[in-house]
């Protein structure tokens, strides 16, 4: 079994696979820090999956399961490797779970020609995604541009097929002895050997803070999962009033389990749909709009194979390659700092950057300051996000930028530019979000922290805003629309 985002026992399907009915099994991870690096991944989210990673090997080892680990440099290794070590432990198949992003799916591909050659099956399995992606077509047989009719085709397939993604069972205990069967380290040709012991770090990746089985605040690990599922399960029919208050923990807050596999989509459909009588579309509202942002998710995930230009650093939308952004360094920088003089901007940021994790409306309203005030390339705040998220995935985080940059499939129009005061106040009226992460201001009355008085502002206080709100949203239209003429 070759784990990679899919960090957990029960319902992994690849895993139950290769476990049902076979003699011996083993399980193995491969890192690979400068294909990561290069992806833009951080160190977050690495320290996350490795962290979830020995979690799991030790949940395995009750199972006699062994886990193996080794660090090659790139994809581009992976193949000779793997065909190494199926030779030396003697491996007649090999499961995994697919994965989409476009070199993903390139070194799949050529993992299954090399083993073929030796006679080794390779069996990947859709895990990561509830159908597998390019099986939602249009009526022409073309892959969904826009989210809502590619919901509604989903929900018209599945509405009553609620068992069709019932989890499945961990895998089953092996012999007592079958741990101890297999070696303790394998020979592999390069820097770096199949070994049982999972290191902190890999790479020129930082060790993140956290401990042994933390990354920041975030507990790691499959049971970690679990439990927020579980709590989540209580408050999911009040979802759709109280998720768009940061203040206030009412969303899921499932996202760094689901991206590194410690929470399986499925056990989150299957949670959502008994709260909703069994329906895609039920009683509970609460659960409707949760069983919708599922399959936003999973609408992103079908994208990248249905249009991999955006795995290649491209916009959705040809026409808007021809956006002049201004690209201003100092703004940007700013902006990652937290310091742009716009409380509920700042505060988001500075959230990013000590939790790792950002509140999804704060996601678009940092992203409509940045592509469409600030009119910076939304390739940069993509990039920044995926360096300090813990649940930095591409397909979601790549979806949500150029949504909020109106470059992307089912784009918000170009002239819905996010107002971030009238966001602040509607959302975080009594300012208890920002007092939080701009102690700065927490004095400010509930009026003033939205937009605190000018004679606040200086460079060792509290900055003063960056750009005039209605001047640069007046700009970005402009911009926008001259694409068209």
């Given at each position: 079994?070759?784990?990679?985002?899919?960090?957990r026992m029960?319902?992994?399907?690849?895993?139950?696979?290769?476990?049902?009915?076979?003699?011996?099994?083993?399980?193995?991870?491969?890192?690979?820090?400068?294909?990561w690096r290069?992806?833009?991944d951080?160190?977050n989210?690495?320290?996350m999956?490795?962290?979830?990673?020995?979690?799991?090997?030790?949940?395995?080892?009750?199972?006699?399961?062994?886990?193996?680990?080794?660090?090659?440099?790139?994809?581009?290794?992976?193949?000779a490797?793997?065909?190494?070590?199926?030779?030396?432990?003697?491996?007649?198949?090999?499961?995994?779970?697919?994965?989409?992003?476009?070199?993903?799916?390139?070194?799949?591909?050529?993992?299954?020609?090399?083993?073929?050659?030796?006679?080794?099956?390779?069996?990947?399995?859709?895990?990561?995604?509830?159908?597998?992606?390019?099986?939602?077509?249009t009526?022409s047989?073309?892959?969904f541009?826009?989210?809502?009719?590619?919901?509604?085709?989903?929900?018209?397939?599945?509405?009553?097929?609620?068992?069709?993604?019932?989890?499945?069972?961990?895998?089953r205990?092996?012999?007592?002895?079958?741990?101890a069967?297999?070696p303790?380290?394998?020979?592999?040709?390069?820097?770096n050997?199949?070994v049982?012991?999972?290191?902190?770090?890999?790479?020129?990746?930082?060790?993140?803070?956290?401990?042994?089985?933390?990354?920041?605040?975030?507990?790691?690990?499959?049971?970690?999962?679990?439990?927020?599922?579980?709590?989540?399960?209580?408050?999911?029919?009040?979802y759709?009033?109280?998720?768009?208050?940061?203040?206030?923990?009412?969303?899921?807050?499932?996202?760094?389990?689901?991206?590194?596999?410690?929470v399986?989509?499925?056990?989150c459909?299957?949670?959502?749909?008994?709260?909703?009588?069994?329906?895609?579309?039920?009683?509970?509202?609460?659960?409707?709009?949760?069983?919708?942002?599922?399959?936003?998710?999973?609408?992103?995930?079908?994208l990248?194979?249905?249009?991999?230009?955006?795995c290649?650093?491209?916009?959705?939308?040809?026409?808007?390659?021809?956006?002049?952004?201004?690209?201003?360094?100092?703004?940007?920088?700013?902006?990652?700092?937290?310091?742009?003089?716009?409380?509920?901007?700042?505060a988001?940021?500075?959230?990013?950057?000590?939790?790792?994790?950002?509140?999804?409306r704060?996601?678009?309203?940092?992203?409509?300051?940045?592509?469409?005030?600030?009119?910076?390339d939304?390739?940069?705040?993509?990039?920044?996000?995926?360096?300090?998220?813990?649940?930095?995935?591409?397909?979601?985080?790549?979806?949500?930028?150029?949504?909020?940059?109106?470059?992307?499939?089912?784009?918000?129009?170009?002239?819905?530019?996010?107002?971030?005061?009238?966001?602040?106040?509607?959302?975080?009226?009594?300012?208890?979000?920002i007092?939080?992460?701009?102690?700065?201001?927490?004095?400010?009355?509930?009026?003033?922290?939205?937009?605190?008085?000018?004679?606040?502002?200086?460079e060792?206080?509290?900055?003063?805003?960056?750009?005039?709100?209605?001047?640069?949203?007046?700009?970005?239209?402009?911009?926008?629309?001259?694409?068209?003429?």
């Open positions: 079994m070759w784990l990679r985002n899919d960090l029960a319902d992994n399907t690849a895993l139950y696979r290769a476990a049902r009915g076979c003699k011996a099994l083993a399980a193995f991870f491969i890192a690979c820090p400068e294909t290069s992806h833009g951080g160190d989210v690495v320290a999956r490795l962290r979830s990673l020995r979690q799991l090997q030790s949940a395995l080892a009750k199972k006699q399961i062994p886990l193996y680990f080794i660090e090659l440099a790139q994809f581009a290794d992976v193949p490797a793997l065909a190494q070590i199926v030779e030396k432990l003697q491996v007649d198949a090999l499961y995994a779970n697919a994965e989409y992003p476009v070199n993903e799916l390139a070194r799949d591909q050529a993992v299954r020609q090399h083993l073929k050659a030796q006679g080794v099956p390779v069996e990947y399995s859709t895990d990561r995604t509830l159908v597998p992606p390019g099986s939602l077509t009526g047989g073309d892959g541009k826009v989210f809502t009719p590619f919901k509604r085709a989903f929900i018209a397939q599945h509405d009553n097929s609620g068992e069709a993604f019932s989890p499945l069972p961990a895998p205990a092996l012999g007592a002895d079958h741990e069967q297999w303790e380290w394998i020979a592999v040709d390069g820097p050997n199949l049982r012991t999972i290191p902190d770090t890999v790479g020129d990746y930082g060790v993140a803070p956290g401990g042994e089985k933390q990354v920041l605040d975030w507990t790691a690990g499959e049971a970690a999962g679990a439990r927020l599922l579980a709590a989540f399960a209580d408050k999911v029919d009040d759709d009033r109280l998720r768009d208050f940061p203040a206030q923990e009412n969303t899921s807050r499932l996202s760094p389990y689901l991206n590194c596999g410690a399986s989509v499925r056990q459909v299957k949670m959502a749909l008994e709260a909703n009588g069994g329906r895609w579309v039920g009683a509970s509202d609460g659960a409707n709009t949760w069983l919708s942002e599922l399959l936003w998710r999973e609408f992103y995930q079908h990248v194979v249905n249009f991999p230009r955006v290649r650093n491209k916009p959705f939308k040809p026409e808007t390659e021809k956006v002049p952004w201004s690209n201003r360094e100092e703004d940007f920088k700013r902006w990652c700092e937290g310091r742009t003089g716009v409380p509920i901007v700042d988001a940021m500075r959230q990013l950057n000590q939790t790792g994790w950002m509140h999804n704060l996601r678009m309203v940092v992203a409509s300051f940045l592509t469409k005030n600030l009119l910076t939304w390739r940069k705040g993509e990039r920044y996000f995926m360096q300090q998220l813990v649940d930095a995935d591409f397909a979601a985080n790549n979806g949500g930028w150029q949504w909020a940059a109106s470059t992307g499939t089912d784009a918000a129009p170009y002239f819905r530019v996010f107002n971030p005061y009238s966001q602040s106040k509607r959302y975080d009226a009594e300012g208890a979000f007092r939080q992460y701009v102690p700065e201001l927490a004095s400010l009355s509930d009026r003033d922290i939205h937009c605190p008085p000018q004679d606040l502002f200086s060792e206080n509290y900055p003063p805003p960056i750009c005039d709100v209605t001047d640069s949203r007046k700009r970005a239209i402009e911009v926008f629309a001259n694409l068209k003429s």
